[in-house]
C-alpha cells in the first residue's frame, strides 16, 4: 500500500515526509525517511522503481538526465550518485537506478543542483561552502569560500572548460 501525495508518501499507513523532485515529467522522486526514493509514475501513481536511499533519509535530491543525486542528513556528509539502467529483458518502461559512488562532504550536504550537462553539480554545505563537482568522476573541481548559494545553475547554463 503506498500511494503518493504532495508532500507526504503514505507507506504502510505511516505518512513520512520527505523530498520530492520531477524526473522526465513523467515520474516523480519521493525520498522518505524508509532508506529508500520511490519512483512513481504521475498518471497511475503506482511505483515503477525504488533507489536506496540513506537509512537516516534524504537531505535533497536533484535530476540531470539519466542521474539522480540525492543528499544525506547528518552524520552522513554525502551526496549518492545513481544512474537509471534499463532492465534488460523487460517492458520498455523497466528500470533500475545503480549506484555510481559518493561525492563526501566533510559536513551534511544542504543542497545539490546539477548543471544540466549530466557531469556537473553544485553542492552547498553550512561550513564549507559551495562545491563544484564533477559526479560523474566524483571529483570535487572547485571550492568557493562560504557564500549565497544562489540557486546554482538557474541564471543561465554552466560551462565547464576543459584543460
Given at each position: 500500500?503506498?500511494?503518493?501525495?504532495?508532500?507526504?508518501?503514505?507507506?504502510?499507513?505511516?505518512?513520512?515526509?520527505?523530498?520530492?523532485?520531477?524526473?522526465?515529467?513523467?515520474?516523480?522522486?519521493?525520498?522518505?525517511?524508509?532508506?529508500h526514493c520511490l519512483v512513481v509514475d504521475c498518471a497511475?501513481?503506482?511505483?515503477v522503481a525504488t533507489i536506496e536511499a540513506f537509512a537516516?533519509?534524504?537531505?535533497?535530491?536533484?535530476?540531470?538526465?539519466?542521474?539522480?543525486?540525492?543528499?544525506?542528513?547528518?552524520?552522513?556528509?554525502?551526496?549518492?550518485?545513481?544512474?537509471?539502467?534499463?532492465?534488460?529483458?523487460?517492458?520498455?518502461?523497466?528500470?533500475?537506478?545503480?549506484?555510481?559512488?559518493?561525492?563526501?562532504?566533510?559536513?551534511?550536504?544542504?543542497?545539490?543542483?546539477?548543471?544540466?550537462?549530466?557531469?556537473?553539480?553544485?553542492?552547498?554545505?553550512?561550513?564549507?561552502?559551495?562545491?563544484?563537482?564533477?559526479?560523474?568522476?566524483?571529483?570535487?573541481?572547485?571550492?568557493?569560500?562560504?557564500?549565497?548559494?544562489?540557486?546554482?545553475?538557474?541564471?543561465?547554463?554552466?560551462?565547464?572548460?576543459?584543460?
Amino acid at each position: 500500500d503506498q500511494v503518493a501525495h504532495t508532500g507526504f508518501a503514505f507507506i504502510n499507513g505511516a505518512a513520512t515526509a520527505m523530498a520530492f523532485a520531477e524526473y522526465d515529467e513523467k515520474w516523480h522522486l519521493l525520498a522518505g525517511f524508509a532508506g529508500h526514493c520511490l519512483v512513481v509514475d504521475c498518471a497511475s501513481y503506482e511505483i515503477v522503481a525504488t533507489i536506496e536511499a540513506f537509512a537516516n533519509g534524504v537531505q535533497c535530491i536533484a535530476v540531470d538526465g539519466d542521474f539522480v543525486l540525492m543528499s544525506a542528513p547528518s552524520p552522513e556528509p554525502r551526496v549518492s550518485v545513481h544512474r537509471r539502467r534499463a532492465v534488460v529483458g523487460s517492458a520498455t518502461n523497466s528500470f533500475r537506478f545503480e549506484c555510481q559512488g559518493h561525492l563526501v562532504h566533510s559536513s551534511s550536504p544542504r543542497e545539490v543542483e546539477p548543471a544540466g550537462d549530466g557531469r556537473h553539480c553544485l553542492t552547498r554545505t553550512n561550513d564549507a561552502g559551495v562545491m563544484l563537482w564533477d559526479f560523474r568522476s566524483k571529483v570535487l573541481v572547485h571550492r568557493l569560500p562560504h557564500t549565497s548559494f544562489c540557486h546554482g545553475f538557474c541564471a543561465r547554463p554552466f560551462v565547464v572548460a576543459d584543460g
